[in-house]
Structure formats: structure tokens, C-alpha cells
């Protein structure tokens, strides 16, 4: 079975700090997608960033990059210089064997303080 | 590109009832899901859309729920005899293709709360 693991429910961090936040994921398929969305208190899912089983080098946009670590299985997200609008629910997300249906952990909840 | 949109952005209802929820995808895309998400937790895929077919239905989606997509572009999700275990944000989502890669675009959801 597919899974995700975030196992940091909150974190609270000072502005302009970096953060890291953890995801480690299962899986028995060769091929498969990491993501990270953000979910303001809006409710919307945004997308972040993308990490693909085959790609050799991390995943960066912007301030956002990818720790892949395909050995250990693991897809932190880290987060340079944040920012007060960082503030949000953070998930991690595989897409699954049926190539459509993403697989979410629990997520993480991030809080910046000034 | 205005985005996926959800209506209504709340719902409230009493047990028992019907509830519909609509769904409007980046007009482009002819990949429509379904996720519920409850409190604390990540999404849960509830249905799939290519165009107007529902390719997958999750072991989640009771008899009591239904999603249609007739012309390939919005989507309803009706939730019938509606029950407390219900209350939960609803997302619907859109994507243009199959791709591993493909990122998927939220609308805001619909938040129902059954009393």
C-alpha cells in the first residue's frame, strides 16, 4: 500500500528563518510523483513544488525546494527566508499507482512568528 | 484562467437531507476529482473524471453519494440522506492531463456541516 508520513503536526518559527518540513513516503511502484501544497485558511490547495522518482536533482522554486532522499524515502520541503504569509497547513502528496489519485499525509501546520 | 470554482463555499443541513455541491474546472482541463477532506487530515479521493466518464469511484463514496460530469465541463457531487459523519470540507480539483508530473488546481471547497 501507498503512504504518506508527516510526522510534525505544528511548527512555529521565527521570521526570515528557514524551515524544514518533514514528509517520508512508501510505495513499491519504480515510477511515482511527490508534491507539497499549501492550504491557507482560505482552504485552497496551492500548489508548491514537484519531485519526480527519476529526476536527478532537487526540486526548487522560488523559495521552495525539495530534499529528495530516494534511499531513506523521504521529500522534506524546506522554506528559505519565511515569511509571515507562510503561515499555513502544509501537505505532502504522492501520486498513486492509478497515476490520478494523489496520496496525502496528515500535514503540517506552520506558524511564523515575527 | 479564473480558476476552479465551488459553489457553495458553505453548506449547512439537517440529517437526512439532500445536499448538492457544484463544481466549475479550468475550462481547459478535462480531468476532474473529487477529494474530502475532514478535519486535521489530508484529502481523501472520493471520484475521477475524464471528460464526462467517471473513470474511479473510491470505497469512500457510499451509495448515498454521486458525482456527475454530463458535458465534459462542471460537476456536481449529491450527497442523499445526508448523516453527521458527512461534516467536511469538499475540494473539487482539475488537471489537463494523465502525466505523473501533472499538478492538480483546488478550487476553495465546500464546507458542509451536517446538524
Known amino acids: 500500500a501507498q503512504k504518506i508520513t508527516q510526522t510534525q503536526p505544528g511548527m512555529f518559527v521565527q521570521e526570515k528563518e528557514a524551515v524544514t518540513l518533514d514528509c517520508t513516503y512508501d510505495?513499491?511502484?519504480?515510477?511515482?510523483?511527490l508534491f507539497w501544497y499549501k492550504q491557507p485558511s482560505s482552504g485552497e490547495m496551492i500548489f508548491l513544488i514537484y519531485?519526480?522518482?527519476?529526476d536527478q536533482q532537487n526540486a526548487t522554486e522560488g523559495r521552495y525546494s525539495l530534499n529528495f532522499q530516494k534511499a531513506r524515502k523521504s521529500a522534506n520541503l524546506v522554506i528559505s527566508a519565511s515569511q509571515l504569509g507562510d503561515s499555513a497547513m502544509y501537505f505532502c502528496?504522492?501520486?498513486?499507482?492509478?497515476?490520478?489519485?494523489?496520496?496525502w499525509g496528515a500535514g503540517t501546520k506552520l506558524i511564523i512568528k515575527p | 484562467d479564473t480558476g476552479v470554482s465551488q459553489n457553495p463555499r458553505h453548506k449547512i443541513t439537517k440529517r437526512g437531507q439532500n445536499v448538492t455541491f457544484r463544481c466549475d474546472p479550468i475550462?481547459?482541463?478535462?480531468?476532474l476529482y473529487w477529494y474530502r477532506q475532514t478535519l486535521g487530515q489530508g484529502p481523501e479521493f472520493l471520484t475521477y473524471?475524464?471528460?464526462?466518464?467517471?473513470?474511479?469511484k473510491s470505497r469512500l463514496l457510499s451509495d448515498r453519494f454521486s458525482a456527475e460530469r454530463p458535458k465534459g465541463s462542471f460537476s456536481t457531487l449529491e450527497i442523499q440522506r445526508t448523516e453527521q459523519g458527512d461534516s467536511a470540507m469538499y475540494l473539487c480539483?482539475?488537471?489537463?492531463?494523465?502525466?505523473?508530473?501533472?499538478?492538480?488546481?483546488f478550487g476553495s471547497g465546500t464546507q458542509l456541516s451536517v446538524l
Open positions: 480539483a482539475s488537471s489537463g492531463t494523465e502525466t505523473t508530473n501533472e499538478k492538480l488546481f
Open positions: 502528496a504522492m501520486r498513486g499507482r492509478s497515476n490520478y489519485q494523489l496520496i
Open positions: 473524471f475524464q471528460n464526462e466518464a467517471q473513470l474511479e
Open positions: 519531485q519526480g522518482s527519476y
Open positions: 510505495t513499491s511502484d519504480p515510477s511515482y510523483g
Open positions: 475550462s481547459e482541463h478535462n480531468r
